[in-house]
């Protein structure tokens, strides 16, 4: 069961090299910090799914809404699922009431649970050697979801891909539509795991999209950008994310805390 997330790391923007503490812009001084929580999002930043979610989707907006190719025209990276379903109902002139939310989660939690299994997904690079490496810190942080996966569905994930018992908390997209909300909640969530004195500049999001550092902006937080999923490398130094890097290989988590 999740309740909130912890433990920030301080990995580094990384081009090529496996060192962590790389200042991203020049002239720009990082103090050490106690890393005391990261918070994660699931798709393309610990995951691939090889499309069973967008088909899990697909399939719910035609068995249970009779609209075919109905996520065809809809971006899905770094929002959350009831604004992707909100959109869904917006363009197909559909009454975006508690009952079709529900009915639309009720059938896409079963379809995703059947898909994944039909799926080839995989864990994204360097995701277990980063986790491990965090977890053996002399004080290692606590691990959080900051997600637009409703609570069901990233379980789903996570429990496919055995990762559910490495998060104690998170935010989810069933707690709020809005994802730098999410934020907010994970934050506030990790005070009452951690204690009231975390601060935000002791929390790193880790995520693939431009959302998820803006997320991470909005509260305050660090931001590990990882170009493993919804947006290019290039992409994600346009939004000026603490740190950045092409996969999770290329961090190392000895220094973290330091």
């Keep these: 069961m999740f309740a909130a997330i912890s433990g920030p790391v301080i990995p580094s923007f990384i ?78 002139a559909l009454e975006p009431s508690r009952e079709n939310f529900q009915r639309f989660f009720d059938s896409y939690v079963f379809l995703l649970d059947y898909l994944l299994c039909k799926t080839e997904g995989e864990i994204c690079a360097g995701v277990w050697n980063f986790i491990n490496g965090l977890q053996a810190l002399p004080q290692p942080p606590r691990l959080g979801l900051l997600t637009g996966n409703i609570r069901l569905g990233a379980e789903i994930k996570l429990r496919h891909f055995q990762f559910m018992d490495y998060f104690c908390l998170g ?22 795991v951690i204690g009231p004195d975390l601060t935000a500049d002791q929390v790193i999001v880790v995520g693939d999209t431009p959302l998820d550092i803006a997320c991470a902006k909005a509260v305050g937080a660090q931001s590990l950008a990882v170009a493993t999923g919804g947006a290019s490398h290039e992409q994600l130094a346009a939004h000026q994310p603490t740190w950045l890097c092409h996969d999770l290989r290329e961090i190392a988590v000895d220094r973290i805390g330091q």
Aim: hydrophobic content about 45%; glycine content about 8%.
């Design 171 to 192: 935010a989810f997209g069933d707690d709020h539509e809005d994802r730098n909300q999410l934020a907010h909640l994970a934050l506030a969530r990790g005070r009452r």
């Design 15 to 92: 081009a090529k090299t496996l060192q962590v503490v790389v200042a991203i812009r020049p002239g720009r001084r990082h103090n050490a910090r106690v890393v005391r929580l990261v918070l994660f999002d699931i798709d393309g930043t610990l995951i691939h799914t090889k499309g069973a979610g967008v088909q899990a989707f697909e399939r719910t907006f035609a068995c249970e809404f009779h609209v075919a190719e109905g996520a065809g025209a809809i971006p899905f990276a770094g929002r959350t699922d009831p604004s992707i379903v909100r959109e869904f109902f917006q363009q197909h």
